[in-house]
């Protein structure tokens, strides 16, 4: 949000937030102002308090009852700043016996059967160490979604609200495939042919993402293995025996030791139906040409590491793009300017304007706000209906040939796919025909948002997918 313009004040203890060894804090710190307040004495509780009547929004990240401890619970605040937003990430949840346990990933995820859903990845049965934070991820895009949805309420009708999230609802993701997909490693066995990974003749490694039946048969036939699918045992790829599938792979990953993975990957691009990338480490994906052209890594000066290399904002606006606005703030760097504003200004109300009755706050945080949804696979279907769940009508758009391979999908998209259409109206429309083109221009006349996943000039060849003028759509 810093990156987008907010002023976002980061309040520490004294001696600073304990996560400071962290290497990555100036990264996930950046552009905010910091203070030092000490909750454990009175002046730090009462400075606290003031300074939740001067902001739009407060975030916290305490175990539930801690806030309260300090005075600063929800309904405390919510007593005094009525339009106050105040977002509380924690690690299970506000209520249940597990409350109070310490929100650490690792906690969560190994509470929540994350690790346990791993097993199957090693040669060896048992639990499997997740490193990569995903919860905290989801968790912190929940936050955001929920912040921004409730602060677009209270413009509307003069009211703030409690938005709540955790790390163990986020693990449910479909991304992380914890909830009713029987776990990422039942998930790694069955899906080894479109997901497979390979060693090269160079010892390097190329990770496969190939879905659909055509990209799949696709690789085969780009790395020599054209032949096998004249195979009766290997003609239906990927949906094929568990025997069989092991016997292909065998033979995919002998084959592909025969070229160096810059040969494969020219032969794929030249294909272009075929999804693969080398492994790379952090460092190295900095450098990747998608990143390098998209301006997706940026250069910071910190005068305490020198230029530090970093994510750009994660979204880009054309017309209000966001910026880096430097990095983490030393410990108590804003104190002074911060605390000094609360000594100049009378006592605030959190922002201004008068607090509506019940009878004018939307039923939903999105309500009137209509979706078209046009993307395929899992992040922007995954997306809008995220925003589904928040109140916004959304339509989705399949093409007319979106069952036609239906019985021979990847074990991965008929997982997701549940999730990903939960929520919306669905419309089959040939995009293809002139009728078609003319239905969805039509549709998003009348769209308040366009959400699509198509590569670079597909959307010309459609005629242009117009700019939306608002409006609404009959049902």
């Given at each position: 949000m810093a990156d987008y313009g907010a002023e976002v004040i980061k309040v520490e203890p004294p001696g600073g937030d304990p996560f400071r060894f962290q290497p990555a804090w100036i990264s996930w710190n950046r552009g905010k102002k910091g203070i030092v307040l000490d909750l454990n004495t009175a002046e730090g509780r009462e400075q606290a308090i003031q300074l939740a009547g001067e902001a739009d929004v407060l975030v916290e990240s305490f175990r539930p009852g801690d806030m309260a401890d300090w005075g600063l619970a929800y309904d405390t605040l919510a007593q005094l700043y009525p339009r106050l937003v105040y977002c509380s990430i924690t690690g299970f949840g506000q209520k249940g016996p597990l409350r109070r346990v310490k929100g650490y990933e690792g906690v969560v995820a190994a509470k929540a059967g994350r690790m346990l859903n791993l097993q199957g990845q090693p040669n060896r049965d048992g639990p499997v160490y997740s490193a990569v934070p995903t919860g905290s991820w989801h968790a912190s895009q929940a936050a955001v979604r929920g912040i921004i949805g409730a602060l677009r309420v209270r413009d509307l009708c003069g009211r703030g609200q409690w938005v709540q999230t955790?790390?163990?609802?986020?693990?449910?993701?479909?991304?992380?495939n914890n909830a009713g997909a029987g776990g990422l490693g039942r998930q790694q066995r069955l899906s080894t042919i479109g997901y497979i990974p390979?060693?090269?003749?160079?010892?390097?490694?190329?990770?496969?993402?190939?879905?659909?039946?055509?990209h799949v048969q696709g690789h085969l036939k780009a790395i020599g293995l054209g032949h096998l699918l004249e195979d009766e045992r290997f003609e239906k790829v990927p949906a094929i025996?568990?025997?069989?599938?092991?016997?292909?792979?065998?033979?995919?990953?002998?084959?592909q030791l025969e070229q160096t993975a810059d040969e494969w990957m020219e032969i794929y691009l030249q294909d272009g139906n075929i999804a693969a990338e080398p492994y790379r480490t952090s460092?190295?994906?900095?450098?990747?040409?998608?990143?390098?052209?998209?301006?997706?890594?940026?250069?910071?000066?910190?005068?305490?590491?020198?230029?530090?290399?970093?994510?750009?904002?994660l979204v880009d606006f054309k017309a209000t793009p966001g910026e880096p606005s430097g990095t983490g703030p030393d410990v108590g760097q804003h104190s002074a300017e911060v605390l000094g504003r609360l000594r100049q200004q009378p006592p605030a109300v959190s922002g201004g304007l008068p607090v509506a009755s019940g009878a004018d706050v939307p039923d939903h945080p999105l309500s009137g706000i209509t979706i078209l949804d046009l993307a395929t696979i899992q992040a922007g279907p995954y997306g809008a209906s995220l925003l589904a769940d928040l109140g916004a009508r959304v339509i989705k758009i399949d093409a007319t040939d979106r069952h036609l391979d239906e019985g021979r999908r990847s074990t991965a998209q008929a997982i997701a796919e549940p999730r990903t259409y939960a929520g919306k109206e669905g419309v089959q429309v040939d995009l293809q025909t002139p009728e078609g083109k003319e239905i969805v221009h039509k549709l998003i006349a009348k769209a308040d948002v366009l959400s699509h996943n198509f590569r670079l000039g597909v959307p010309e060849r459609l005629g242009s997918i117009g700019r939306p003028v608002g409006g609404s759509i009959p049902a």
């Open positions: 955790s790390i163990v609802q986020a693990l449910a993701s479909p991304h992380d390979v060693r090269t003749s160079d010892g390097a490694w190329l990770q496969h993402a190939n879905q659909r039946v055509p025996s568990v025997e069989n599938r092991e016997l292909l792979r065998q033979e995919i990953l002998k084959q460092v190295q994906a900095m450098n990747h040409p998608a990143v390098v052209a998209n301006g997706t890594v940026v250069t910071i000066d910190d005068p305490r590491v020198g230029p530090m290399r970093t994510l750009a904002p």
